[in-house]
C-alpha cells in the first residue's frame, strides 16, 4: 500500500513536469511527463477503487 503512496506522489510531480514542460515549450519533455502523469495516476487511481484507500493499519 505504500507503494500505492509513492506512485500517486509520483503523478503529482510527472503532472507539474508536464506543465513545466508545456510553459517551457519542451516536446520531449512534455511527451514523458504526460505518459508518466497517465500511467502512474491510472495505475493510483484503480488501486484506491480496487482496494480501497489505505488506513495504516
Known amino acids: ?13 510527472a503532472g507539474y513536469g ?3 514542460a508545456l510553459k517551457n515549450k519542451n ?6 511527463g504526460a505518459g508518466t502523469f497517465l500511467v502512474f495516476g ?3 487511481i484503480m488501486t484506491i ?3 480501497g484507500f489505505p488506513t495504516g493499519h
Do not use: E, P, R
Open 1 to 13: 500500500m505504500g507503494l500505492m503512496i509513492i506512485f500517486g506522489l509520483v503523478a503529482i510531480l
Open 18 to 20: 508536464t506543465l513545466s
Open 27 to 32: 516536446g520531449l519533455g512534455l511527451l514523458f
Open 42 to 44: 491510472w495505475f493510483t
Open 49 to 51: 477503487l480496487k482496494n
